[in-house]
């Protein structure tokens, strides 16, 4: 749950305060930069942590924000299709296998909604990745349970 918690979470804060820093213009201040880390970070905890003022220039440590922007999504992206594409197997078993080794073969040949239409399924559609968000939640509950 932690693994999926920070690819989902986290890598989205990252996008997002990637989002933030390019939508401005001209040159920004390092308390500029750190505000709106602090601020995206603040939005995944909420009151469940705090963070102090040490956290607001760990924005700093992370170099692909300038060598290699806006690479984040993809991890959050993954993660939420993986776990769709697990729902989808849940629900359809073998007959998944037959469509599943298709899309594994083809590899990146085709574009994403492409690959993901073989299952039936369009990536365009909320209740696609709905799918993916429901067995996360499954987990959670699961979790739950156990603890």
Same mark, same amino acid.
Not at 2 to 27: M, P, W
Not at 49 to 54: G, K
């Given at each position: 749950?932690?693994?999926?918690?920070?690819?989902?979470?986290?890598?989205?804060?990252?996008?997002?305060?990637?989002?933030?820093?390019?939508?401005?213009?001209?040159?920004?201040?390092?308390?500029?930069? =750190?505000?709106?880390?602090?601020?995206?970070?603040?939005?995944?905890?909420?009151? &469940?942590?705090?963070?102090?003022?040490?956290?607001?220039?760990?924005?700093?440590?992370?170099?692909? /924000?300038?060598?290699?922007?806006?690479?984040?999504?993809?991890? &959050?992206?993954?993660?939420?299709?993986?776990?769709?594409?697990?729902?989808?197997?849940?629900?359809?078993?073998?007959?998944?296998?037959?469509?599943?080794?298709?899309?594994? =073969?083809?590899?990146?040949?085709? &574009?994403?909604?492409?690959?993901?239409?073989?299952?039936?399924?369009?990536?365009?559609?909320?209740? /696609?990745?709905?799918?993916?968000?429901?067995?996360?939640? &499954?987990?959670?509950?699961?979790?739950?349970?156990?603890?």
């Amino acid at each position: 749950m932690e693994d999926i918690f920070a690819t989902l979470f986290r890598q989205n804060v990252f996008t997002n305060f990637e989002r933030r820093v390019h939508e401005k213009e001209g040159e920004l201040s390092v308390a500029e930069f =750190s505000q709106m880390w602090q601020e995206e970070n603040q939005k995944m905890f909420g009151k &469940s942590v705090i963070l102090t003022q040490d956290y607001a220039s760990w924005w700093s440590y992370i170099p692909h /924000f300038i060598h290699t922007p806006f690479y984040c999504y993809a991890y &959050s992206y993954g993660q939420l299709l993986v776990m769709a594409l697990f729902g989808v197997y849940r629900r359809e078993g073998k007959d998944f296998v037959v469509k599943y080794e298709e899309f594994l =073969s083809l590899g990146g040949s085709r &574009s994403p909604k492409e690959l993901v239409g073989i299952f039936g399924l369009d990536i365009e559609d909320d209740n /696609f990745w709905k799918i993916g968000i429901n067995e996360v939640e &499954s987990l959670l509950k699961g979790l739950k349970a156990i603890l």
